[in-house]
């Protein structure tokens, strides 16, 4: 059992092993595959397009910074257009204050009655 363990060879009735020959390296050269009309016209056309969409980009960008500067502006308008309002509305009130109403039409020689008030929504 133990013959079959073990594989037992004598070193000097094996085999010599054979040289192993050098081998020459031998460095391949690989050409580029030719292209062909239908790769050639495929790139062309991929090109192309990215192109247009870099261009049709940097537009797009242009065209919204022009748009935003246009809405600022008239964002600033509104609202100088408002605060004037403001304005507006607290002279109208101060003017039409029962208390003002009373000197103009003292200093006018006139005076408020509503014997001759008529509503005019009626």
């Known amino acids: 059992m133990a013959q079959n363990a073990y594989r037992y060879q004598n070193p000097a009735t094996a085999l010599p092993k054979q040289s192993a020959k050098p081998k020459a390296k031998v460095r391949r050269r690989y050409e580029p595959a030719v292209w062909t009309k ?8 991929m090109a192309v397009t990215v192109l247009f969409m870099m261009v049709a980009t940097v537009w797009t960008t242009v065209s919204m910074q022009r748009v935003d ?10 609202n100088k257009v408002k605060e004037e309002n403001d304005s507006y509305r607290g002279d109208i ?4 204050n029962k208390d003002n109403l009373e000197k ?9 009655s509503t014997t001759n008030v008529r509503n005019v929504n009626q």
């Open 38 to 45: 239908k790769e050639r016209s495929l790139v062309v056309v």
């Open 69 to 78: 500067a246009r809405n600022q502006a008239v964002s600033q308008k509104i």
């Open 93 to 96: 009130q101060a003017k039409i």
């Open 104 to 112: 103009v039409a003292k200093s006018s020689n006139m005076e408020q």
